[in-house]
């Protein structure tokens, strides 16, 4: 299994190695976004070739979860909620495996705001809503301090609370959003108008916890499994680049380029093959 190096920032090039279990986030900055980041992956192995471990696994509330990217931070600007994406880009076409359209097909019934285009002979790509499809989501305002999550806290993870986000109506006037746990809020900002109700700004502190249990990162292997039975190695159909997971402000249609929804970065992760990275920079 190749050494892999996590990175994280707030765009697809600015870029600043992470290390993973360590419960210490990493900073983000820019005119778009202001926050920090958190990332834990079960007995992670990266460049040091030492595993490493984090008590963010063993709590009841994560059970069976294998990985975890987790953010806290805040929208320089307002945003409508349908406007805020999170999801996969890549630099260049997939070597996509067999079995891959079941699993395409899992992946929307699990996330039916899921949009994607993984055949894409230039960049493929796959996002949702920020909002829609977080696992876990806690928002609190700034001038409500004593609602604030300590970050990252990896003996207590971060509970859904939305109770705090307020909608509008469309008289205008704001009203409490009708979800309180993950189910009802994934249920209620399926459809893109509830989404526009909701306004994200400067004073919405956001933690959220982008988890799953469906990879296994084992010692010479990353195994996709799905609860319909099937397994796919990764490791045999990744050729190197990086695995990026970015939230970013969705393109208008006429800022699109070929069809590609994403327009500015608010921050990215990314997996990537050390060796790799360290070869380029001897060439």
């Avoid at 994934?186 to 509830?194: D, N, S, T």
């Amino acid at each position: 299994m190749p050494r892999l190096r996590i990175l994280a920032g707030p765009s697809l090039t600015e870029m600043t190695p992470i290390e993973a279990n360590s419960d210490v986030p990493l900073a983000v900055q820019s005119d778009a976004f202001e926050g920090q980041v958190a990332v834990y992956i079960k007995d992670f192995v990266g460049e040091s070739g030492k595993p490493t471990r984090s008590s963010y696994f063993e709590h009841h509330k994560r059970k069976g979860i294998t990985w975890s990217i987790q953010i806290q931070g805040r929208f320089l600007q307002t945003h409508c909620a349908d406007d805020i994406l999170f999801g996969n880009v890549f630099d260049r076409p997939l070597k996509l495996p067999w079995g891959f359209g079941a699993a395409l097909k899992f992946m929307k019934y699990v996330d039916p705001t899921l949009e994607e285009n993984f055949t894409s002979r230039s960049r493929p790509w796959a996002f949702s809503p920020f909002v829609s499809t977080m696992p876990h989501i806690h928002h609190s305002r700034l001038d409500e301090t004593h609602q604030r999550q300590h970050f990252p806290e990896p003996h207590r993870p971060i509970a859904d609370d939305m109770s705090h986000l307020r909608t509008r109506t469309p008289t205008g006037s704001p009203s409490r959003a009708p979800h309180k746990d993950r189910k009802q809020r994934k249920a209620y900002f399926r459809g893109a108008a509830e989404r526009k109700e909701v306004m994200f700004g400067p004073n919405d502190l956001i933690t959220a916890d982008f988890c799953h249990h469906y990879l296994d990162f084992g010692d010479d292997s990353i195994i996709l499994r799905l609860p319909c039975g099937i397994s796919i190695d990764l490791l045999r159909y990744w050729d190197g680049q990086p695995v990026r997971f970015v939230c970013c402000k969705r393109a208008r249609k006429g800022e699109r380029t070929d069809g590609a929804p994403w327009g500015k970065v608010f921050f990215c992760v990314a997996i990537e093959d050390a060796d790799a990275q360290v070869a380029e920079k001897v060439y």
